[in-house]
């Protein structure tokens, strides 16, 4: 495997300026995520400095590379190909960084639309790629970067619901996967309120 000295020179070579500090962002936030709800904090910091590796690709290469690894293409994809960036960063980590453990691919696969009944290292990860300090666009980052820190699965419901809303104030449609996500823990938090 590259060492991080070795995958973070590539990364920089590769990658805008603004993109490779959001990595670092990443990289450290989730490392924080880890020490806090007693995850590995070295895998979570790898997958956090790895997530974004297949972002600096245009459209067109996204797919042509997708092809090459044998990787399916649903139809929302193929329409945004943008999508596409994480499930081939976890190629990417595997064959070009020489990362083999699943629990760090799984995250890098999973960090844009998340997934249904995702692991603790899936949601550090998507929760750092949101929050990191580099961050500022989205709505409600104050109240979401806290409760990162009280309650992982509120605060991963509340980023699901602002960005479901966020992509429909954009007119951008929402992936389907996206959208399982959204349902799926919308539902688990309203369990969760039951039984509290
Ligand atoms: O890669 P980042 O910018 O750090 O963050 P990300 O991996 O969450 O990707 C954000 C991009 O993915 C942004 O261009 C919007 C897009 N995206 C995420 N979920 C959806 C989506 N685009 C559409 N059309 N539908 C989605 O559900
Ligand atoms: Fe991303
Ligand atoms: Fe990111």
Not at 1 to 17: A, G, P, V
Request: charged share 30%; aromatic share 10%; net charge positive.
């Amino acid at each position: 495997m590259m060492n991080r000295e070795e995958i973070k020179k590539d990364l920089k070579k590769l990658l805008s300026e603004k993109r490779y500090e959001h990595t670092l962002g990443v990289e450290y936030t989730a490392a924080c995520l880890a020490i806090r709800y007693g995850a590995d904090m070295d895998k979570a910091a790898l997958a956090g400095l790895l997530h974004d590796c297949a972002k600096y690709l245009s459209a067109d290469d996204k797919i042509r590379y997708s092809k090459r690894f044998g990787m399916p293409i649903s139809e929302y994809e193929r329409k945004n190909p943008e999508l596409l960036h994480a499930k081939l960063g976890a190629c990417f980590a595997h064959a070009k960084y020489g990362v083999s453990d699943p629990e760090i691919l799984s995250a890098i696969t999973w960090h844009t639309t998340g997934k249904p009944n995702m692991s603790l290292m899936d949601k550090i990860l998507y929760i750092a790629d949101y929050i990191e300090p580099n961050r500022c666009q989205a709505s409600n980052l104050k109240e979401v970067r806290a409760l990162a820190f009280r309650d992982i699965d509120e605060c991963l419901c509340l980023i699901l619901k602002d960005s479901v809303k966020y992509l429909a104030t954009k007119k951008s449609t929402i992936d389907p996967t996206t959208r399982k996500t959204w349902e799926y823990y919308k539902e688990f938090m309203m369990q969760m309120e039951n039984h509290s």
